[in-house]
């Protein structure tokens, strides 16, 4: 399994933005499709969005769509997810994703 390393998450108002970062190593980076979730308190864990190992192929969740971006650095094994326009509703811990390998995960708080 690979193993996989957010950063970038914090508080911020709604409207406000935050990137999000996921670092990989022990695993072929440029193999896989990668892909965010999130977990709300007392929620089970969603899919936010998700890129094909060319990174030409993005896919969001409707509760996204037009207000977060997705993109992978294969030199740098990095995966990001640009966040904004935020809502309180986007609240979670977001997790990384690489086949059946997770990271830690990272809080996002959106505030009203």
């Known amino acids: 399994q690979a193993r996989l390393v957010e950063s970038g998450g914090g508080s911020v108002q709604a409207g406000g933005s935050l990137r999000l970062s996921c670092v990989a190593s022990?695993?072929?980076?440029?193999?896989?499709?990668m892909g965010w979730f999130r977990q709300a308190a007392g929620k089970e864990r969603e899919f936010v969005a998700n890129?094909?190992?060319?990174?030409?192929?993005?896919r969001y969740s409707d509760s996204v769509k037009c207000r977060f971006t997705i993109s992978r650095d294969t030199s740098r094994n990095s995966m990001y997810l640009q966040m904004s326009n935020l809502r309180p509703e986007d609240t979670g811990i977001y997790y990384c994703n690489m086949y059946d390998s997770w990271g830690q995960g990272i809080q996002v708080t959106v505030s009203s």
């Open positions: 022990g695993g072929s980076f440029g193999t896989w499709t």
């Open positions: 890129i094909d190992r060319t990174g030409w192929m993005p």
